[in-house]
């Protein structure tokens, strides 16, 4: 059976986000008085929420307290700084426009915070997507299945009419618990040897090899 829909990750898969995070994190570090970090350190510690990026982040042995305030001026900070050097990777336009053209619904689900994800999809996808959903209290994150059964809950539909697409091996566990087809993108966060340990199956190195995985799928 054709797919019916297509469930994106974000960060690393339709944007490339990790300069805004690498800056937003050092910002919070920083105002803190704490060591700042590589930009492939934080690469290596996105995916997994904006909490467990801090407890990478922060010196070992750092107080939960100045965790949490570290945090927090990370959460605002970012939300003023999120599109500043953020840009969708190439051909991602056009593989949302083959894909709706051919009458698949799209829809976003993400580790990170839901008011950014909300913030960025109305301005740089505006209308794109039929259902979004980012971190929340009170919904367990990925790789729990629970985002995407929300958003499957939404649009009227099981597993097994959708194909999940992202970029780590957070994204790999998330489809797997989800018992859903995955496509894993290899211009992300992570590597090929990454995401071949992960369990990743079916990759692709561009958008157009996307949209011929999922378009020709019967």
């Given at each position: 059976m054709p797919y019916q829909a297509?469930?994106?990750?974000?960060d690393g898969t339709l944007l490339y986000t990790l300069?805004?995070?690498?800056?937003?994190?050092?910002?919070?570090?920083?105002?803190?008085?704490?060591?700042?970090?590589?930009?492939e350190e934080v690469r290596s510690y996105v995916?997994?929420?904006?909490?467990?990026?801090?407890?990478?982040?922060?010196?070992?042995?750092?107080?939960d307290e100045v965790q949490e305030q570290a945090l927090a001026i990370f959460n605002s900070y970012y939300l003023e700084h999120d599109e500043d050097h953020t840009a969708p990777y190439p051909?991602?336009?056009?593989?949302?426009?083959?894909?709706?053209?051919?009458?698949?619904?799209?829809?976003?689900?993400?580790?990170k915070g839901d008011a950014a994800v909300r913030d960025l999809m109305d301005?740089?996808?505006?209308?794109?997507?039929?259902?979004?959903?980012?971190?929340?209290?009170?919904?367990?994150?990925?790789?729990?299945?629970?985002?995407?059964?929300a958003v499957l809950h939404q649009l009227g539909l099981t597993p097994a009419d959708i194909v999940y697409v992202g970029d780590?091996?957070?994204?790999?566990?998330?489809?797997?618990?989800?018992?859903?087809?995955?496509?894993?993108?290899?211009?992300?966060?992570r590597s090929v040897a990454q995401l071949r340990e992960a369990g990743a199956?079916?990759?692709?190195?561009d958008c157009d090899e996307v949209a011929d995985l999922i378009l020709h799928k019967h």
């Open positions: 297509v469930v994106f990750d974000l300069e805004d995070l690498y800056l937003a994190t050092n910002h919070a570090l920083e105002a803190m008085g704490l060591p700042a970090r590589s930009r995916g997994n929420g904006y909490r467990q990026l801090f407890r990478l982040a922060v010196p070992q042995g750092t107080s051909g991602i336009r056009e593989l949302l426009s083959r894909l709706a053209a051919e009458g698949l619904a799209m829809a976003v689900v993400s580790n301005s740089v996808f505006p209308g794109a997507f039929a259902a979004v959903a980012g971190e929340r209290e009170g919904v367990r994150r990925k790789p729990a299945p629970d985002t995407v059964h780590s091996e957070v994204d790999v566990a998330t489809a797997a618990n989800v018992g859903c087809d995955c496509i894993a993108v290899t211009w992300g966060y199956t079916t990759l692709a190195d």
